[in-house]
């Protein structure tokens, strides 16, 4: 019995993936972006084809949004929304630890430790 439950929180954890923001480096305009709050909205972008306006109501959830364009360009951020671009090396990283094939895609993280978060709902597409 103790190894099925051990098995099994195993494999959900395996589930979820982390992101290291020491690792990967975002810049917000010409700062190097450091994550504050405890929770976040991760939304994976293109500016040049779907509008994060039209993206971002369908959360539903009041949480600070960073918001990833793959068409790099630094637009201006306020106090919940975080526009971020990175070298494209960084962006493909960001892809193949989320495991995301399509765009724009979303996905919650939470703080854990330092400048990792988690993975904390399933990645929701479109």
Do not use: C
């Not at 918001?67 to 360009?73: C, E, G, M, P």
């Amino acid at each position: 019995m103790i190894a099925v439950v051990f098995a099994y929180n195993n494999y959900r954890f395996s589930q979820y993936k982390f992101i290291d923001f020491s690792q990967l480096i975002f810049y917000q305009k010409s700062e190097i972006f450091v994550p504050q709050d405890e929770r976040y909205l991760l939304v994976l972008f293109s500016s040049n084809g779907t509008k994060l306006s039209e993206i971002l109501p369908k959360n539903g959830k009041n949480l600070s949004v960073i918001a990833v364009d793959f068409a790099q360009k630094r637009l201006d951020s306020n106090a919940t929304l975080n526009y971020v671009s990175a070298d494209i090396n960084t962006i493909l990283k960001l892809l193949w630890t989320l495991n995301i094939k399509e765009l724009p895609s979303s996905v919650e993280i939470l703080h854990q430790k330092g400048k990792i978060y988690k993975q904390d709902s399933k990645i929701f597409k479109g």
